[in-house]
């Protein structure tokens, strides 16, 4: 009885750190929690701050995309990053007619392979301030640091900020962003 006592409240202490190491790892995103067992999809259509994201994504068809395996490193602009952008810009991207070009864009926010924001500071610093990320569609987007923040350069010159890093998904991560970057095809 008494082994199964121990027993018993090993496995509650187990389940009890289980639990606070796996909260510990969720952040909070455009007032929702971001959980580490969900993938990104399934994460950012929880978040206020990403709708316009999250309706680009499915007019992009690339829902399937984002869902699967990955990883994936995902600098996710937020509402407020698209309404940045030239009046009308957001409309014409979501037209059926322009889903190439949407996908474009939106693969220009993703890059393949799980990056934390530990390994792109330690990638910036050995570059001597600066790193090149390829991204899903094939361009650039360089990376650097200005006050210990990350900061990611298109190549016409808009610099987005990372302003919540390291939120771990279940195929990648997410570092929310403040600007739309553009890629340059």
């Keep these: 009885m008494k082994s199964f006592r121990k027993m018993t409240l090993i496995l509650s202490c187990i389940g009890f750190l289980t639990t606070v190491i796996g909260f510990s790892q969720t952040k909070m ?3 929702a929690p971001m959980y580490p067992s969900k993938d990104i999809v399934s994460n950012a259509v929880n ?3 990403h709708t316009t994201l999250v309706a680009a994504v499915k007019a992009a068809d690339l829902v399937e995309t984002l869902q699967g395996e990955g990883p994936f490193t995902v600098f996710a602009p937020t509402n407020s990053a698209f309404e940045k952008l030239p009046d009308g ?3 014409t ?4 007619e322009n889903k190439a070009k949407l996908q ?6 993703v890059v393949a392979g799980k990056y934390n924001a530990k390994d792109l500071k330690k990638w910036i610093k050995k570059g001597n301030g600066m790193t090149e990320l390829t991204t899903v569609n094939g361009d650039k987007l360089i990376a650097t640091m200005n006050n210990g923040m990350i900061m990611v350069k ?5 610099v987005s900020t990372v302003t919540i890093a390291d939120v771990n998904q279940s195929n990648g991560v997410i570092h929310v962003v403040d ?3 553009l890629p340059s095809k």
């Design 29 to 31: 995103v455009g007032g």
């Design 47 to 49: 978040s206020k701050d």
């Design 89 to 91: 810009t957001v409309a």
């Design 93 to 96: 991207l979501l037209k059926p």
């Design 104 to 109: 474009g864009v939106l693969t220009y926010h």
């Design 154 to 158: 298109d190549n016409m010159g808009n």
């Design 179 to 181: 600007t739309v970057v």
